[in-house]
């Protein structure tokens, strides 16, 4: 049987939204499940969420949520709402549950690709990918024809073609993207590739929420 990877992320301590992922996938007949990060933060049930994700042994990278409820730092450039979910979460994870989020690494490789949750030049930083010169950054750093990651603002694709010395870098997003793709690779196949992750299911809970999950 061919391997075929599913590839998430932002779970986000949404146990619904995260189930019916999951089950989608399985109707999808996918091999292989891949995170890209934030198992945890925001919603309701991060230990129920981080349990399915140790338990299926999901390749995982470490997101900038994952990495402050590892940690016992305060988190930095957080708002209100999120610095709440960083503690509340804390409480809800055991000892083991919070070294194994610290253990983490910042990007890895799986199969023949690789995986991060921010950019490849600064992954430790938590940076965004808005334009192409902040992908090219990530493109120095690229080692495999394809990377997945989580830091661009909507679904998509960056990918370089080499031109003598130089390259240029082809942004593709929105319907019909896979149909370019899939007519870019029979004509030029593309050395280095930056395809988006698809995020899982992100919902700000309430107070209300937490208290009920405890």
């Known amino acids: 049987m061919p391997m075929k990877y599913a590839i998430i992320a932002d779970i986000h301590a949404n146990l619904e939204a995260f189930q019916v992922v999951l089950e989608d996938i399985k109707q999808q007949k996918c091999t292989h499940v891949v995170c890209l990060g934030d198992v945890v933060g925001y919603g309701a049930n991060p230990k129920e969420c981080l349990d399915i994700v140790r338990g299926m042994n999901i390749p995982t990278v470490k997101g900038n949520h994952d990495e402050y409820i590892g940690l016992d730092e305060d988190p930095e450039g957080f708002n209100d709402a ?26 890895r490789l799986v199969a023949n690709f690789t995986i991060v949750h921010a950019t490849l030049d600064v992954p430790q930083r938590w940076g965004y990918v808005f334009e192409k010169l902040e992908a090219a950054a990530s493109f120095t750093y690229q080692h495999t024809q394809l990377c997945f990651f989580w830091a661009y603002p909507c679904p998509g694709c960056l990918y370089s073609r080499h031109w003598g010395p130089g390259w240029d870098l082809f942004q593709i997003s929105g319907r019909g993207r896979e149909e370019v793709l899939r007519q870019r690779r029979q004509r030029w196949p593309a050395p280095r590739w930056q395809p988006e992750g698809g995020v899982c299911g992100l919902r700000h809970p309430t107070a209300a929420d937490r208290a009920a999950a405890s």
Do not use: F, G, P
Not at 84 to 99: I, M, N, P, Y
């Open 82 to 107: 999120a610095a709440e979910a960083v503690s509340w979460s804390r409480a809800q994870l055991t000892d083991d549950d919070r070294k194994w989020l610290r253990d983490l690494k910042y990007q």
